[in-house]
Nanobody, 118 residues
């Protein structure tokens, strides 16, 4: 089992930045990839970004490309989401998740709320 805990959300103004953190504990050796997802009120959860745990390769949703950066610190079992140039449409609960090789994303954290005011 892998447990995930997100932090770093808050209320900011449009154009501001935030950095989210997600700490993994438990069977972290089983992690192949870590991802960030978000869910806005009344909407389905959507993919934001992902990073390969060992190789560090990344992928992003088109809506955040160029503004958000995902990174990881393997020594701290932590993945980060640096969010710059935030927009009101980025307002959502942000969740991290992990997946093993060939498996789906799971082990969802409790989420951290991000609110961007205009």
């Amino acid at each position: 089992q892998v447990q995930l805990a997100e932090s770093g959300g808050g209320l900011v103004q449009a154009g501001d930045s935030l950095r989210l953190s997600c700490v993994a504990s438990g069977r972290t050796f089983s992690i192949y990839q870590m991802g960030w997802f978000r869910q806005a009120p009344g909407k389905e959860r959507e993919f934001v970004a992902a990073i390969n745990w060992s190789a560090g390769s990344t992928s992003y949703a088109d809506s955040v490309k160029g503004r958000f950066t995902i990174s990881r610190d393997n020594t701290k079992n932590t993945v980060y989401l640096q969010m710059n140039s935030l927009k009101p449409e980025d307002t959502a609960d942000y969740y991290c998740a992990r997946r093993s090789a060939g498996g789906p994303f799971g082990s969802w954290g409790q989420g951290t709320q991000v609110t961007v005011s205009s």
